[in-house]
């Protein structure tokens, strides 16, 4: 099997119109690497070009440059989507079809023999939540949650190695978010790789190992989470320190502040940090914290798309 | 294989949804009870004694005659209104495919683009098709069983609505694939319908016009455009068991229709969504 799930080579879209000064630049040369089973967000606010991206990958738009590889083949070969499963954001599922007619469906599309299907539908449906009732039930009928869960397990119909989810629990109560985060940690288990496209960060800092950031069409950043979200200084927090120690130390840190009885200290590298520690464990201090400064993914989002 | 069954069922089932079909089938089996009911004919030794119509007699000719007489009308209804029908029912089936949310997923999947394209487009001729089908093989039993005449140029005409309906599908799967509408869809269908039949008399129109260029102009967009007036006169021929003058009209009709599907197709598989 390749290394990578996904590979794009100056991926660019052009949406031309007909005054070419007007043409439109939704994805500007964007080469990515997604290694195979691993877990990847993309990331980047409305109008930045991911759903286009994603288009790529699946060759529903075509690109106006560069190229999109899954598992070693162009995207645009149908047989490279075969190893992919989609669930597409804004979603507009046939609703004259039950639960049961629309895995059936997609999965005859898929190239699964009707056994196969037969066997795969009432398991796959059990999966994402969906109670016997619903499965006779016309789409039209499903709730927003509803249409969701059984998007997802459209998606997972024929075991596909990649899949792809643009906003998979839009719309979906917080019971049936960790339900469908432990459908995708399963899937994560078994080695699929999970190409996430969602708004909600706090979503993606829980669950995906690696996340590439798209503002105005570009590659803003990309890396592993844990990359992304150390910090670049030292916490120290003491619990009644002594006062010329807590001036000493103050006059060291970075930045130092004092709440409830709390010294809470920030240094710049982890020798001064250590040294601070060291201080304070001969001065008897307790000690409450002491570690890598973290920020959230959100505030690398922030950052990185208000720094541009 | 199975990706193309799974299109056409698909097609079939939205098709029994919007009602369409059902819809259709409902006017045939009107039409078939008609026939079994109300229409009723005695043959006595091969000659005809009476045809009655809620009980009222008809004047009559022979049987041959009447059955055949009485077929052309259904075939002509069939032709001309039933096609007006399958084209308002059909642009919507095929513009419907091309929503934002549904066309992704479709796209998603293992499957050409042409194979996309070509399985909603048979599955589409076939939910017509199989109204055509059972209204002319079953008024042909009907007539077959009340009067003995089996006369094959009935039920051949069928394939002939059937193939100018699926030129007609060609161009509403072209404009679905430039403007995704179905609105514009029938305009430009009926639009071209309209424009054949007015140059089905373009003897007539040749000879009110002054120019030789506007003549050739009227002769180039008669044998480019499909023969739908030529083609019903065929139907005509066939069940009245005449001679066809010339088989023409047929098959530069279905060079047109070729060319449009081929254009849809090609445009469909550069299309970004």
């Known amino acids: 099997m390749p290394d990578y799930a996904i590979e794009t080579e100056n991926l660019t879209k052009v949406f031309s119109t007909r005054w070419p000064r007007r043409a439109l630049t939704a994805v500007d040369n964007i080469s990515l690497r997604v290694p195979a089973g691993s877990t990847y967000g993309l990331l980047g606010p409305n109008g930045a070009g991911k759903t286009t991206f994603v288009k790529?990958?699946?060759?529903?738009?075509?690109?106006?440059?560069?190229?999109?590889?899954?598992?070693?083949?162009?995207?645009?070969?149908?047989?490279?989507?075969?190893?992919?499963?989609?669930?597409?954001?804004?979603?507009?599922?046939?609703?004259?079809?039950?639960?049961?007619?629309?895995?059936?469906?997609?999965?005859?599309?898929?190239?699964?023999?009707?056994?196969?299907?037969?066997?795969?539908?009432?398991?796959?449906?059990?999966?994402?939540?969906?109670?016997?009732?619903?499965?006779?039930?016309?789409?039209?009928?499903?709730?927003?949650?509803?249409?969701?869960?059984?998007?997802?397990?459209?998606?997972?119909?024929?075991?596909?190695?990649?899949?792809?989810?643009?906003?998979?629990?839009?719309?979906?109560?917080?019971?049936?978010?960790?339900?469908?985060?432990?459908?995708?940690?399963?899937?994560?288990?078994?080695?699929?790789?999970?190409?996430?496209?969602?708004?909600?960060?706090?979503?993606?800092?829980?669950?995906?190992?690696?996340?590439?950031?798209?503002?105005?069409?570009?590659?803003?950043?990309?890396?592993?989470?844990?990359?992304?979200?150390?910090?670049?200084?030292?916490?120290?927090?003491?619990?009644?320190?002594?006062?010329?120690?807590?001036?000493?130390?103050?006059?060291?840190?970075?930045?130092?502040?004092?709440?409830?009885?709390?010294?809470?200290?920030?240094?710049?590298?982890?020798?001064?940090?250590?040294?601070?520690?060291?201080?304070?464990?001969?001065?008897?201090?307790e000690v409450e914290t002491f570690g890598r400064t973290r920020s959230t993914l959100e505030e690398v989002f922030m950052k990185t798309v208000e720094g541009e | 294989m199975i990706p193309t069954i799974a299109l056409i069922r698909d097609t079939f089932r939205e098709a029994f949804a919007r009602r369409i079909f059902w819809g259709f089938a409902g006017c045939c089996t009107a039409l078939l009870a008609f026939l079994v009911f109300i229409m009723r004919i005695d043959v006595v030794a091969g000659a005809l004694a009476t045809v009655s119509i809620f009980g009222r007699a008809m004047p009559t000719t022979d049987v041959q005659g009447l059955v055949q007489q009485t077929q052309s009308v259904i075939a002509m209804a069939m032709y001309f209104f039933g096609m007006a029908l399958a084209i308002f029912a059909s642009a919507g089936l095929v513009a419907a495919v091309f929503e934002p949310g549904r066309i992704e997923l479709l796209l998603s999947k293992p499957v050409s683009r042409t194979r996309l394209l070509l399985g909603r487009y048979a599955g589409n001729v076939l939910v017509v098709a199989a109204n055509i089908l059972y209204l002319t093989l079953g008024s042909w039993i009907i007539f077959g069983i009340k009067t003995g005449m089996w006369g094959a140029g009935y039920p051949v005409s069928s394939v002939f609505t059937i193939f100018v309906f699926s030129v007609l599908l060609a161009v509403i799967v072209l404009i679905g694939v430039l403007w995704e509408s179905a609105a514009v869809a029938i305009m430009v269908t009926f639009g071209i319908v309209i424009v054949t039949l007015i140059l089905a008399q373009r003897a007539t129109i040749e000879r009110l016009l002054s120019s030789e260029w506007s003549r050739d102009l009227v002769r180039i967009l008669y044998y480019v455009l499909p023969k739908t007036s030529d083609i019903g006169v065929i139907i005509r021929h066939l069940i009245l068991n005449e001679p066809v003058d010339s088989w023409m009209p047929v098959w530069s009709t279905a060079l047109f229709g070729a060319a449009v599907l081929a254009a849809g197709i090609l445009h469909f598989r550069r299309r970004s969504f």
């Open chain 1, 56 to 285: 790529m990958l699946l060759s529903a738009a075509h690109p106006t440059s560069g190229r999109a590889v899954v598992f070693g083949r162009d995207s645009r070969e149908p047989a490279a989507r075969a190893p992919i499963g989609y669930l597409p954001e804004n979603h507009r599922f046939p609703t004259y079809l039950t639960g049961w007619d629309m895995l059936d469906f997609y999965g005859a599309l898929s190239g699964m023999t009707s056994s196969a299907r037969r066997r795969r539908i009432p398991e796959l449906l059990a999966q994402v939540g969906l109670d016997e009732r619903a499965w006779r039930l016309r789409l039209g009928k499903y709730s927003k949650g509803m249409l969701q869960r059984v998007g997802l397990a459209q998606a997972l119909m024929h075991a596909p190695k990649l899949l792809v989810l643009d906003e998979p629990s839009d719309g979906v109560d917080p019971v049936g978010r960790k339900q469908i985060r432990e459908v995708l940690h399963a899937l994560e288990l078994q080695g699929v790789t999970i190409f996430l496209n969602s708004h909600l960060l706090a979503e993606v800092e829980l669950f995906c190992r690696e996340v590439a950031i798209i503002q105005k069409g570009k590659l803003a950043l990309s890396g592993t989470v844990l990359e992304l979200t150390s910090g670049s200084g030292y916490r120290l927090e003491l619990a009644s320190a002594p006062e010329t120690l807590e001036t000493e130390l103050r006059a060291r840190a970075r930045a130092a502040t004092a709440v409830n009885g709390t010294l809470s200290l920030l240094f710049a590298t982890r020798e001064e940090a250590n040294h601070a520690l060291d201080e304070a464990r001969a001065a008897k201090c």
